[in-house]
């Protein structure tokens, strides 16, 4: 979180003070405050390059200097070598680019593009710099784990053409890699059908060393020291009439990066053919179908940006960066998905424009179509992409995920509900909390504490006065199996007597300046220091803060929250870190910023796997930061939102993004942040919030409380009932998260996801599907709404979730949602598995029985699927989980249970199975069921493993006759057949 209220930064607080007084005059004046952030004009290698594309789009005559010299070509082990020239001041000067161009086995293709000079170190750096000289290339080492095997079939084509290199690979060669040398570019081809191109446009643009030639510096005009910042310098005339003004030094809201390096951005057009629609590339407060950025009627005049940073009070619908980036976009047309992965961690921006071809009258058969055409410009580091060819969104899912790691599979309680405010006052407040949601029979599993539990902003301490006895804390939470977090950020106070400030400067283990020497600036402990995780010594250390006789008053249920570690910097350009300073290997800043989060976020994660003494456990970290990679260990949340409704809808599309993104364990603050939600407001957010994979509602320090027992009746009933719907779908919830952490499949899905062939639900990001339960959810996000509007996409029957009422037939369906209703549909062909005994919370219902619930498709079949494990350790992995598939057969009316995983058994698995040996099914409902079932009574119930006398049962069962638009339902009480076995119920 952060308030700019009570912050140390005196000049900022100045500043801010002013304008508090002023927003508070002009309710409800809370909006970012854009002159914090840059645009592209005001960032100078966006301008440069957006400046270049502007010039190349409007020369006819345009060339790209860019060409392969075919003599360099050289191709082994599925990697293709070459050497791409850049030609300057018409053909005198050449700089030589090396590429390579990798074939993976899993079918996807990487290009690298470096630049030799640098390579080889061979460049001066200015300012008595020390950083590193090589153009940044080590974002893969943070965020890549897998998918890197080279593919062994991967072959230079015969017959290429006169000018082009083709390189066949992917499973069967059915991928092409057409390289074209003069221009240099390339196209993805897919059965023969280019699906993407590189430098199409001819923007590729890879800023070159050189050194800065002085020239004579000229007399100041008057008055020119007034020019504001972002403003153009005014300059001399340029030889090459390029624009330098941004080369060697850029100032912002008071701060100069000294760019040792001067200019060395890399730039390049990625082109869609025939694809309408692209998503991806979060955190952005957009549409999951993107919008352009060229301007028009509805669209950005900015390109979407990439530069993680705390952006206070941000605003909707905006391609502003936020606090995380996933370079990773993916474009989406009938029959085909594709995408890309930019793995650069410096500033990126990404332009988006679409181009329309009308259908040709004259030529029979040319259909109309669009083409989607991105820019990617990043500030530094190397050229690296990967290009995958789908063609499914499930193929994109997993090749992504293989590269960047599967969602970590999170214990039980992280999928359940947490309860956070800004903050908890003392540990008597917090039991006080706990005890009120018993009082009221309200579920949930986690209490947070924000900074002020610690003794003036040290972490790693507890406040003397406020919480006096942590551990008796922890233990009355732990009665009900209850868990706390806890706030540790990664600015450390620097300060006297404090050992952990004390450690940092010894061990020399902090961010550095430009001069090398430990960076200080301010965050909420005033001046402070940046622990930097991009030392391994730094991540030692980390982990030993975490120690029980380190981090005195924690216990094995204490898990951690990591806030700011974008990381937020009050008195630092546009709030964060300045670009020139060094990490560890002497990167600069510039080079590693969008990645520092997660070097973070996951030192924090190794530091909590054995916090339980003896015991390897699964921990719970969020954080507010984060870059491809962060999925693996913990999850995010969209940072500081406000309690409007805007913010409501946004969270929808927002929270699908990351699903598709690869970093699905996701969620908005329910509630809203800032500002007091209006009790309507409040219920609705938590009618939506129980559909976020990461379930928290949170609140300012400046808030009213707003537990959900706080707004009484009937919103107090109504929290409760959407927080018990969560409850009671755990089984199903836990079950989509091991799809995530398995098959890189999102947890919540949008329409385009689950119907890849349905054009018409391209678009649509305001409705949901929940791993592959087919449960459809329309949360509502307006307010005094009492229906919403659900889209379906197929001929199946969706049954209400409630009344079982049926909606069929593709398009939009009217369903009603006054606010005691939430509006969540089963599509026909699925069987969800829950838990309906309600509990205080998720870790008692361990062992409570099953109810499933088997919604008929249009054949009268369904299916589904569960999965569980003791939902704390890593013993799964041994093979201690139960995996069911259920299978309702309409032809022979028979429901089975059979196993998914037929691993041999482990000691562990048997120990586990022992524990859910009386965990049993206790009711089974058939939506949909068939009128010839009336006066049906019992079913027979055949159990594998049971006593002879009990392997083939009657037990009684009850058929419903559905009212109005409601379906049939049947009822079977009590099969008593276990969750781990084997068994069939015959309905015939
Ligand atoms: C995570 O931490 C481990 C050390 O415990 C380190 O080996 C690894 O490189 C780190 N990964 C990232 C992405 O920071
Ligand atoms: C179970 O075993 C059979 C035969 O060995 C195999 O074909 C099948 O794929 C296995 N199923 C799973 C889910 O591992």
């Known amino acids: 979180m952060i308030t700019r209220r009570d912050a140390a930064a005196p000049r900022w607080t100045a500043v801010v003070l002013g304008w508090a007084t002023l927003s508070c005059l002009l309710v409800p004046a809370v909006s970012v405050k854009h002159e914090n952030f840059k645009t592209c004009d005001q960032s100078g290698f966006c301008k440069r390059n957006r400046q270049f594309a502007d010039d190349a789009t409007a020369s006819s005559s345009w060339v790209s200097p860019y060409a392969l010299d075919a003599a360099s070509i050289t191709f082994k082990d599925g990697q293709l070598g070459a050497t791409v020239l850049k030609t300057l001041n018409e053909g005198e000067e050449k700089v030589k680019l090396p590429l390579t161009v990798t074939f993976l086995d899993s079918g996807v293709a990487r290009v690298t593009l470096d630049e030799e000079k640098r390579q080889k170190g061979d460049i001066q750096l200015r300012h008595d710099s020390q950083a590193r000289k090589e153009r940044y290339n080590e974002a893969g080492d943070w965020a890549l784990v897998g998918g890197l095997k080279v593919s062994e079939g991967a072959a230079l084509s015969e017959q290429a053409e006169q000018g082009y290199t083709k390189v066949f690979y992917g499973e069967g060669g059915k991928h092409q890699a057409v390289i074209r040398h003069q221009p240099f570019g390339i196209e993805f081809q897919r059965d023969g059908e280019t699906q993407v191109k590189f430098n199409e446009r001819g923007l590729l643009n890879l800023e070159h060393w050189r050194p800065k030639v002085e020239k004579p510096v000229e007399e100041k005009k008057e008055g020119e020291e007034e020019k504001k910042e972002g403003e153009e310098e005014k300059k001399e005339e340029q030889p090459q009439g390029e624009d330098e003004s941004t080369w060697w030094e850029e100032t912002f809201g008071g701060n100069t990066d000294s760019k040792p390096r001067g200019p060395e951005a890399v730039a390049l057009d990625i082109s869609f053919p025939g694809y309408e629609h692209v998503f991806g590339i979060p955190e952005h407060a957009t549409s999951l179908s993107l919008k352009t950025t060229r301007g028009g009627e509805g669209n950005y005049n900015d390109p979407y940006r990439l530069y993680n940073a705390d952006v206070f009070e941000y605003e909707m619908d905006s391609p502003m960066t936020l606090y995380g980036a996933i370079p990773f976009m993916q474009a989406h047309r009938k029959g085909s998905t594709v995408g890309v992965f930019w793995l650069n961690a410096a500033e990126t921006w990404i332009d988006v424009t679409k181009q329309k071809t009308s259908a040709n009258p004259l030529s029979l058969g040319v259909k109309g179509h669009t083409d989607t055409h991105t820019h990617w410009i990043s500030e530094s580091g190397l050229l690296d992409v990967f290009v995958f060819l789908g063609p499914t969104p499930q193929d994109l899912a997993r090749q992504y995920g293989e590269l960047t790691g599967y969602t970590a599979m999170p214990q039980s309680f992280a999928i359940a509900y947490h309860q956070c405010r800004w903050n908890y006052v003392t540990d008597e407040d917090v039991k006080d909390v706990d005890r009120k949601f018993d009082k009221h029979k309200i579920p949930y599993d986690v209490i947070w504490l924000d900074i002020e539990y610690t003794n003036e902003k040290k972490y790693f301490t507890w406040d003397p006065l406020t919480f006096v006895r942590p551990d008796t804390m922890h233990q009355h939470l732990d009665k009900r199996e209850r868990k706390l977090v806890a706030i540790i950020d990664p600015h450390i106070k620097n300060t006297d007597n404090y050992p952990v400030i004390d450690e940092l400067k010894k061990k ?109 456990r699964r921990p719970f970290a969020l954080t507010r930061a984060f870059y491809s990679g962060s999925q693996r260990v913990g999850a995010m949340w969209t940072g500081d939102n406000l309690a409007e409704w805007s913010h409501l809808q946004a969270s929808i599309p927002m929270v699908l993004n990351q699903g598709i993104s690869g970093f699905p364990f996701a969620g908005a603050d329910v509630g809203g942040f800032f500002g007091n939600p209006s009790k309507e407001l409040l219920t609705r957010w938590y009618q939506a919030g129980i559909y976020y994979p990461f379930f928290r509602g949170h609140a300012h320090i400046d808030t009213r409380r707003r537990e959900p027992y706080i707004p009484g009746s009937p919103y107090t009933e109504l929290i409760t009932q959407a927080l018990r719907l969560r409850y009671s779908l755990l089984p199903a919830w836990y079950t989509a998260f091991h799809e995530a952490h398995t098959t890189g499949a999102p947890i919540i899905r949008p329409n385009f996801y689950v119907h890849p062939e349905d054009e018409a639900g391209f678009a649509i990001d305001d409705q949901l599907y929940i791993g592959s339960t087919g449960l459809l959810a329309k949360p509502v996000t307006s307010e005094g709404a009492d229906s919403v509007s659900v889209y379906i996409a197929d001929s199946q029957p969706y049954y209400d979730y409630f009344d079982y009422t049926v909606y069929k037939g593709a398009g939009p369906h009217t369903v009603p ?172």
């Open 508 to 616: 020399d283990l902090a961010v550095k300046n430009k001069d090398g020497n430990q960076y200080e600036g301010w965050c909420w402990p005033g001046s402070s220091m940046w622990v930097d995780c991009f030392n391994p010594a730094a991540i030692t250390w980390w982990k030993g803060l975490f120690k029980y006789d380190s981090f005195k008053g924690t216990a094995p249920n204490t898990f951690i929250w990591n806030d700011m570690n974008e990381p937020s910097v009050f008195n630092g350009p546009e709030t964060t870190m300045p670009k020139d300073n060094l990490h560890f290997g002497n990167w600069e800043h510039r080079d590693v910023h969008n990645v520092n989060g997660l070097t973070f976020h996951n030192a924090t994660y190794q530091a909590l796997l054995e916090r339980k003494k003896g015991e390897i």
């Open 817 to 988: 949602a006054p606010l005691e209703k939430i509006p969540l549909l089963m599509q026909g062909g699925h069987i969800i598995p829950r838990r309906d005994r309600p509990r205080r919370s998720s870790g008692l219902m361990r062992y409570d029985p099953f109810t499933l619930v088997v919604a008929l498709d249009n054949e009268g079949s369904a299916s589904g699927t569960l999965y569980l494990d003791d939902g704390e350790t890593f013993n799964y992995q041994q093979g201690a989980f139960i995996h069911r598939r259920f299978n309702f057969d309409g032809k022979r009316n028979i429901l089975t249970s059979s196993n998914l995983d037929n691993a041999s058994r482990t000691a562990k698995l048997d120990a586990y199975l022992k524990t859910m040996d009386k965990v049993r099914i206790e009711k089974v409902i058939i939506i949909g069921a068939p009128k010839a079932w009336k006066g049906k009574d019992s079913v027979i119930v055949m159990e594998e493993g049971a006593k002879e006398s009990a392997r083939r049962k009657s037990v009684a069962a009850e058929f419903h006759e559905g009212k109005g638009k409601a379906a049939n339902w049947l009822v079977v009480r009590d099969p008593k057949v276990g969750i781990s076995r084997g068994w069939k119920i015959d309905f015939a």
